[in-house]
């Protein structure tokens, strides 16, 4: 007794005590990684490292403790420290990624931090690995490799996507962010800017696409999924990147990226890019004459432009208010030469121009975002428009114009100069003890389209757009590993009245990973295109658009006006399973079923003379206003616009799995059904109320399977050297968006659809059905030192005839081949 009364006093009861220290950091590259939580084992005493990855306990007894050291996206280690009495200063921790598949960490889903298969959505990751393995400089073609993301090249440097079918030439229901910025152009077609924004791929931290509506979180047109590109934090990457990419069609890129941590208040980057090259040859027919301009001829595009070209950057400033708490200001900007495909044919896009400013304040409760965009049409134009008038002008029977005239009067540049203004403050915060986390906040959008009445109906006065939203979302952990999320958002449109978007969703921990059932319901608000336009013979149907319809007499005044657009409302159901099932195995699979209220059409033709757009008079383009029969009676004319569907069931399943034998080969797998019952040609499909459900009514846009299958190696010959091999399947189609058409039936031929009383009505030439390829990519690479790397990719491999997209070019083979150089800043900051 006296001996245990004698030892009870040195371990419970001792006064004496120290501190501990410490900073963790990057195994691979030495950064900071501030964030992490580092817990005394035993106890509940933890802390979270600061901005500089630093951590301190006080008042720590004396003796061993083991330190338990975590980072979501790295390996948790336990670390053996003596503590004697005073202060203990250790040496930098390591930690490293752990790479294993459901180890990503993601913050899209849920607007914070957590594990990939903890997340309550669809999401999938590219991430550092896969981004520096990419040869090119076209991020988006990644993408092809993601389940559930419809991938559509339409060039050599141009590539879009969508998800969940219902494609079109005018697609905005993938919503595209930068850094929880809004990376939509500010141009009226609110389209995202895939290859054109400002930001380059050696910036780039990681891509997170989170499929299904999103509306609860990010308001809006985050309709049927989210892009999100998140760059990297320059106080935790630093050094200076040099990267040159060259290939066939006279492809090159030159990138060079430089971030610093100038002290521990201060830190840079910027980055910047020149790429260019030259799409495959194509030319698509363009129908000309009719009526007072002679007989129709179809003649080849004129004044196309195959050379790209872009040219951007960005510049960021950190400054650290304290470790916990930063402001960040960001700018940058873009511009591009470029073709583009659209509903009526191309248009080719030059100087065209997207800039934006932005300030954040991020700490760990509050987080606020103020940022306006900014962009410039340049001298861009409508090939088709421009190549039909001119063969007008110059050919009509009476008072033909010289070509010098004909060119003057055919060349109308596409003239718009927007800005949108975006504001959004957030705040959350963790109960602990009822576990249960919070996420509150408040988002203002105003658009300011300026397009001088040439594409939009605003010569008599300014546009104005704004949107008002508030969210909360609550997250609670219950019993037997289950949590239970719900969000609620309320959004105020200018021109559309009030909504509310609810999510909810069910996730249950399984093993190593986790099985989830959602709902949620999303908006999609008509862009100030669909509102606003007059674009050629494209009209906005925002309030109605009143028409002579063909057959009647002009005499008899008989007018119709089209049903005015709302918004569209999708609500969907998912259940889901994502992890590691058996060894080495992981899969996620998703399977979800859709209900589209009031579905956007791609543009639909209208047989009629256009008069109003709203209450604004317009005048229809002479190449399709038709024409008068002796009797007085319409023929002949058309425009295009959207239209809202009846109900559109849309459903699939999305699935993927990859086998890691060990750490050298690995295997993926990924496969997507699509089924819709548009196919059926329901009575309230009739976008365009003629009585007729025709073939543009009823497609889906989009194939019914695709699969891609790749096989990996890497860490060869010394964890130095990797190889890739894929292919990727996608199934044959037909699409139809406004005049252009692809379809197996009327291949080699102008295209038609049969709409009211068993009529014609045309539309572009019809180069055949989209899809129905199987293609194949191989990519390599070396890491010749710790500072240089080469790779070379080829797509396309046996250059097998693909087209991708109506109105595009075939795809052939793409070689790409990159040197990149990255040299560590030897100074790491000033204290």
């Known amino acids: 007794m006296p001996l245990l009364f ?44 600061n901005n500089e990855g630093s951590f301190a306990f006080q008042k720590v007894n004396v003796g061993k403790v083991i330190l338990v050291i975590s ?29 294993r598949m459901g180890n990503a960490v993601v913050v899209s889903a849920s607007k914070r931090r957590e594990k990939i298969t903890d997340a309550p959505a669809s999401i999938h990751v590219i991430g550092r690995k896969e981004l520096e393995q990419f040869t090119g400089s076209n991020t988006f073609e990644l993408l092809s490799k993601v389940p559930g993301v419809e991938f559509t090249r339409t060039g050599v440097d141009h590539a879009s996507i969508n998800a969940r079918g219902l494609n079109s030439a005018f697609n905005g229901k993938v919503f595209q962010m930068v850094d929880d910025r809004n ?17 380059i791929k050696e910036d780039i931290g990681s891509i997170e696409v989170v499929l299904g509506p999103q509306t609860a979180l990010y308001g809006p047109n985050a309709h049927n999924a989210i892009i999100n590109f998140i760059t990297k934090d320059p106080r935790t990457s630093e050094g200076t990147t040099v990267a040159i990419s060259a ?58 432009d195959f050379d790209f070209r872009h040219i951007r950057g960005e510049a960021h ?36 121009s997207n800039s934006f400013l932005q300030a954040r304040y991020v700490s760990p409760r509050f987080y606020l975002n103020l940022y306006n965009a900014w962009a410039d049409f340049g001298t861009s134009f409508s ?180 049903n005015p657009l709302i918004p569209e409302e999708v609500n969907t159901w998912e259940l889901g399973y994502k992890g590691t099932i058996a060894k080495n195995l992981y899969i996620d699979i998703n399977y979800f079923n859709g209900l ?36 007085g009676t319409l023929n002949g004319a058309q425009f295009t616009t959207i239209f809202n569907f009846g109900d559109v069931k849309v459903y699939g399943i999305d699935a993927g799995l990859t086998y890691t034998f060990n750490k050298f080969i690995s295997l993926s797998l990924n496969y997507s059904w699509l089924g819709s019952d548009i196919s059926e040609g329901h009575a309230d499909n009739d976008a365009n109320r003629d009585d007729t459900v025709s073939a543009d009514e009823r497609s889906l846009n989009s194939p019914a399977h ?13 964890q130095k050297m990797y190889i890739n091999i894929s292919a990727r399947f996608v199934q044959q189609y037909d699409f139809y968006s406004g005049s252009q058409i692809s379809t197996a039936a009327g291949e080699g031929s102008r295209g038609f659809v049969v709409v009211e009383g068993g009529k014609r009505l045309n539309k572009n030439f019809d180069w055949g059905p989209l899809g129905g390829f199987t293609t194949f990519d191989f990519s390599a690479g070396y890491k010749i030192n710790e500072m240089i790397s080469a790779g070379m990719s080829i797509t396309n491999l046996f250059d097998t005839e693909q087209r991708e997209y109506a109105g595009s070019s075939l795809i052939g083979r793409l070689i790409m081949f990159e040197l990149k150089v990255h040299v560590p800043n030897n100074n790491k900051g000033m204290k």
């Open 6 to 49: 004698s030892i009870i006093p040195s371990v419970v009861f001792s006064q004496s005590t120290g501190s501990i220290s410490g900073k963790i950091i990057d195994k691979q590259t030495n950064e900071p990684l501030p964030g992490a939580t580092v817990t005394i084992k035993g106890t509940l005493i933890s802390e979270v490292t």
């Open 71 to 99: 980072y979501i996206g790295y390996e948790t280690i336990e670390f053996l420290v003596t503590i004697d009495e005073g202060k203990k200063v250790i040496d930098n921790i390591s930690l490293a990624i752990d790479d």
């Open 183 to 199: 990376s939509m152009t500010a141009l009226s077609g609110s389209l995202p800017m895939h290859n054109n924004s400002s930001i």
């Open 247 to 304: 290939g066939n069609q006279y492809q090159f890129s030159a990138r060079i990226r430089q971030a610093a941590k100038i002290n521990n208040k201060w830190a840079y980057k910027f980055a910047g890019e020149y790429a260019a090259g030259k799409e495959f040859g194509f030319y698509d027919t363009v129908y000309a004459g009719g009526g007072a301009n002679g007989p129709i001829a179809h003649i080849p595009e004129r004044g196309m």
């Open 317 to 352: 400033v950190y400054y650290s208010i304290n470790p916990k708490a930063d402001i960040i200001i960001s700018a940058g900007g873009s511009k591009h030469n470029s073709i583009n495909t659209h509903t009526g044919g191309h248009n080719l896009f030059r100087e065209v």
């Open 383 to 562: 090939v088709a428009a421009y190549t039909r008038d001119y063969w007008n002008f110059t050919h009509r029977p009476f008072n033909p114009l010289s070509p010098e005239e004909a060119e003057k009067a055919a060349m109308r540049p596409i003239h718009e100069t927007p800005q949108r203004l975006n504001a959004e403050a957030q705040y959350n915060y963790k109960f602990e003890k009822a576990k249960l986390f919070l996420v509150t906040g408040l988002s203002y959008q105003k658009d300011k389209p300026r397009a001088y009445g040439i594409t939009l109906v605003d010569s008599a006065g300014r546009i104005y757009v704004t949107q008002v939203g508030a969210v909360l979302q609550l997250e609670k952990s219950l019993p037997w590993g289950i949590r239970l999320v719900g969000a609620g958002r309320w959004d105020n449109h200018s021109n559309f009245g009030n909504f509310f978007s609810p999510k909810l969703g069910l996730v249950k921990r399984m093993g190593n990973g986790n099985a989830r059932i959602t709902w949620g319901r999303a908006y999609s608000m008509p862009s100030v295109l669909y509102q606003y336009a007059k674009n050629g013979s494209f009209y906005g149907n925002g309030r109605g658009i009143t028409y002579i319809p063909n057959g009647t007499k002009i005499s008899d005044s008989i007018k119709k006006t089209t």
């Open 596 to 631: 589209s209220k009031n579905f956007f059409t791609p543009s639909i033709g209208v047989g009629g003379r256009a008069l109003y757009v709203g209450d604004i008079p317009v005048t229809h383009p002479e190449s399709s206003a038709g024409s008068v029969t002796s009797s």
């Open 706 to 718: 695709r699969g891609f299958v790749s096989l990996n190696f890497q860490n060869l010959c010394k």
